[in-house]
């Protein structure tokens, strides 16, 4: 089946500074990927959406200035996180969808990345 | 997208069946029901997905009312493996591209015991 690779799988970096988390499809072409983050104990909220050779849709709250995203090629999504702050420690998450011959979809998720800022 | 309830927590013994209900009383008549589960520190996976008739796959299967307005899934032999949150989510047939982003409620933390 399809698979979403993510990574890193963990990363723990001081206060004011940038990570980028990688999103790669690596059997299939994704022009469009999703975003989560997860708080523990919380479920997945979309954060954004990522669309090839075009801008990102980011959900209502989140700020599009700390949490760039770059959908460069059909294959791979980043996600920097800016000046990182202890509060944006969290499991963000990636997908992407496939349509299904006969109707809906089904989305492949990528292993996580546990981001720690300390 | 039509909203969906779950009983927050279920426990079950290993080597046992496992049935997993979800409530879609507002589904509509083109509402996918999709069920995913994450296993801890795991992003989600899929499970299995269906739009009226009962589903098996190798995973678990998935019986539906006839009224469409509730489901199950059905683990038929528990594994410690199984141990998971379990998300069951309505999806429009017609969602994808830009749209096809699932949104998660709390689903059902699953505990399955030795």
């Known amino acids: 089946g399809a698979v979403v690779s993510q990574h890193p799988s963990w990363v723990i970096c001081k206060s004011g500074t940038s990570v980028k988390i990688e999103c790669r499809s690596l059997?299939?072409?994704?022009?469009?990927m999703f975003w989560y983050r997860q708080f523990p104990k919380q479920s997945l909220m979309l954060m954004a959406t990522?669309?090839?050779?075009?801008?990102?849709?980011?959900e209502q709250g989140v700020e599009k200035d700390k949490f760039l995203i770059n959908h460069a090629s059909l294959t791979l999504s980043t996600l920097t996180v800016t000046s990182a702050h202890p509060e944006d420690s969290s499991f963000y998450i990636c997908?992407?969808?496939?349509?299904?011959?006969?109707?809906?979809?089904?989305?492949?998720f990528g292993q996580g990345t546990r981001l720690t800022v300390v | 997208d039509a909203k969906t309830t779950q009983p927050n927590s279920m426990e079950s013994n290993e080597e046992e069946p496992v049935h997993l209900p979800c409530n879609h009383s507002?589904?509509?008549?083109?509402?996918?029901i999709h069920w995913y589960r994450q296993l801890p520190s795991q992003g989600p996976e899929y499970v299995i997905h269906?739009?009226?008739s009962n589903v098996n796959n190798r995973m678990a299967s998935l019986a539906i009312a006839e009224d469409r307005k509730s489901s199950t899934l059905i683990l038929h032999r528990a594994t410690l493996r199984d141990a998971a949150v379990y998300y069951c989510?309505?999806?429009?047939?017609?969602?994808?591209?830009?749209?096809?982003?699932?949104?998660f409620g709390k689903g059902t933390k699953l505990s399955v015991k030795p």
């Open positions: 997908s992407a969808s496939i349509s299904r011959r006969g109707g809906g979809t089904e989305a492949f």
């Open positions: 269906g739009l009226t």
């Open positions: 059997d299939f072409q994704a022009t469009t």
């Open positions: 989510i309505l999806r429009d047939r017609w969602y994808g591209g830009s749209q096809g982003n699932l949104i």
């Open positions: 990522s669309n090839e050779g075009s801008k990102a849709t980011y």
């Open positions: 507002t589904i509509s008549g083109t509402d996918y």
